[in-house]
């Protein structure tokens, strides 16, 4: 099975930056398709960004798009979510997640992710 472990979550500044970590313990079919999703108490898990390993294509939800950015890099079997110029609205629980097949309209559905990480606490403040 799949093991994600996250980190890099924090306590920062508005307009401040950080970059999370999600270490996956293998790539195989099973999670070709990684994602970020976050959420908070009394809300629905919502999408965040998703990266294809190997040059795939990546993906972001409008909130966050153009401030942060999902990477990867293979030989440490790893995806980074850049996030700059946080806002408040950006305190969350944040979790790594792995699929085993992209589509273009439901990368962003978490029920298509089989493997989860922990969450990594990620909190702005004004």
């Known amino acids: 099975q799949v093991q994600l472990v996250e980190s890099g979550g924090g306590l920062v500044q508005v307009g401040g930056s950080l970059r999370l970590s999600c270490a996956a313990s293998?790539?195989?079919?099973?999670?070709?398709?990684m994602s970020w999703f976050r959420q908070t108490p009394g809300k629905e898990r919502e999408f965040v960004a998703s990266?294809?390993?190997?040059?795939?294509?990546?993906s972001y939800s409008d909130s966050v798009k153009g401030r942060f950015t999902i990477s990867e890099v293979n030989a440490e079997n790893t995806v980074y979510l850049q996030m700059n110029s946080l806002k408040p609205e950006d305190t969350a629980l944040y979790y790594c997640?792995?699929?085993?097949?992209?589509?273009?309209?439901?990368?962003?559905?978490?029920?298509?992710?089989?493997?989860w990480g922990q969450g990594t606490q990620v909190t702005v403040s004004s």
């Open positions: 997640a792995a699929g085993s097949t992209y589509s273009r309209s439901l990368h962003n559905d978490q029920r298509v992710y089989n493997y």
């Open positions: 293998e790539r195989t079919f099973r999670n070709r398709v």
């Open positions: 990266i294809v390993w190997s040059g795939g294509p990546t």
